[in-house]
């Protein structure tokens, strides 16, 4: 079911509230990073299959979608040779980048929306796009300007994570009955996730390998469930709940038990290469 007022592809609130600071967007790996029980770090993972990937000398690699740049860092360190450019449509979040990226690093930020990527035909050796795509209404789109950035040889990163990630979320919502329908409601990652992202790709690029990590995040009490749920667009919470994660997780106590709660999502990543030309 597509749901067109998702808040993951709200041009308006993608563009604007979700990433006008690098506060929630913080807030969120945070909490997660906390939590997890289990499943490998996706930009450890992204900066291992991008030093297989890259040609030796001096590969010109495109983050894209780059966030607060962690995983930009992670390939600045692993392939101190390469030319990087962070791209993100948040001027707030570039400004976190240019901070953090490694002075002297052959790297660079970009201000641009991903449909229109500001790097010419064949500029990249490796373009990554690490948990982006789904906020795009037409994500194939993305891919397709990805491939046109892509050198003969090339090679695509992209990042996703499965659509019913977090669900068990959902029922905790329900059952609290803050949000009775959230079981109901369409994923954030409705539009590019583990199960559509190998044919949106090859819609474009040439598919070399698809890898899956369970990943599990255990959060011992309602305190630390309330930090990362104030950060989700998902379910509308009034920012009298989501402002402070204290008064979140009162209320949250006042409706559960205060016990410790699971939730697990799949990241898929995908390496996928220029396709050939044809003659
Ligand atoms: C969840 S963050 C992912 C950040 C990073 N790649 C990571 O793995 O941590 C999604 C990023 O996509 C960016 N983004 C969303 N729509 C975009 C667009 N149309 N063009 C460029 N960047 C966009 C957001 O600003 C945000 O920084």
Redesign the pocket.
């Known amino acids: 079911m597509r749901n067109a007022t998702s808040p993951f592809t709200d041009?308006g609130q993608?563009?604007g509230p979700?990433?006008a600071s690098a506060d929630r967007?913080s807030r969120r790996?945070g909490a997660l990073h906390r939590a997890r029980a289990s499943g490998r770090h996706?930009?450890e993972v992204i900066a291992d299959l991008a030093a297989e990937a890259v040609p030796s000398g001096a590969p010109v690699i495109a983050?894209?979608?780059?966030?607060?740049g962690?995983?930009t860092c992670l390939l600045a360190a692993r392939l101190p040779r390469a030319r990087i450019v962070a791209?993100?449509?948040?001027a707030a979040?570039l400004v976190t980048v240019r901070r953090r990226l490694p002075t002297g690093a052959g790297a660079g930020a970009a201000r641009?929306?991903?449909?229109r990527l500001p790097l010419g035909d064949g500029a990249c050796n490796l373009a990554?796009?690490?948990?982006?795509l789904y906020?795009?209404p037409s994500p194939e789109r993305v891919i397709a300007e990805i491939a046109r950035c892509l050198a003969p040889g090339g090679t695509a990163i992209i990042?996703v994570k499965s659509a019913d990630s977090y669900r068990e979320l959902d029922q905790l919502m329900a059952t609290s009955r803050l949000v009775p329908d959230a079981p109901g409601r369409s994923s954030l990652y409705e539009t590019a996730h583990s199960g559509n992202i190998t044919r949106l790709a090859a819609t474009s690029l040439d598919i070399r390998q698809v890898i899956n990590h369970s990943h599990a995040f255990v959060f011992p009490t309602l305190a630390e469930i309330a930090e990362y749920l104030a950060t989700s667009p998902k379910y509308g919470l009034p920012a009298c709940l989501t402002s402070d994660p204290a008064v979140l997780a009162a209320e949250l106590r006042r409706r559960l038990p205060d016990e410790s709660f699971t939730m697990t999502s799949v990241v898929t990543y995908l390496v996928a290469g220029r396709a050939a030309a044809t003659p």
Do not use: E, M, Q, W
Not at 63 to 68: A, E, L, N, V
Not at 87 to 90: F, G, R
Not at 112 to 115: G, K, L, R, V
């Open positions: 041009f993608v563009s979700l990433y967007i790996t996706a930009a983050d894209i979608g780059c966030g607060r962690t995983t791209i993100d449509l948040s979040l641009a929306d991903f449909h990554v796009a690490a948990f982006c906020h795009s990042a």
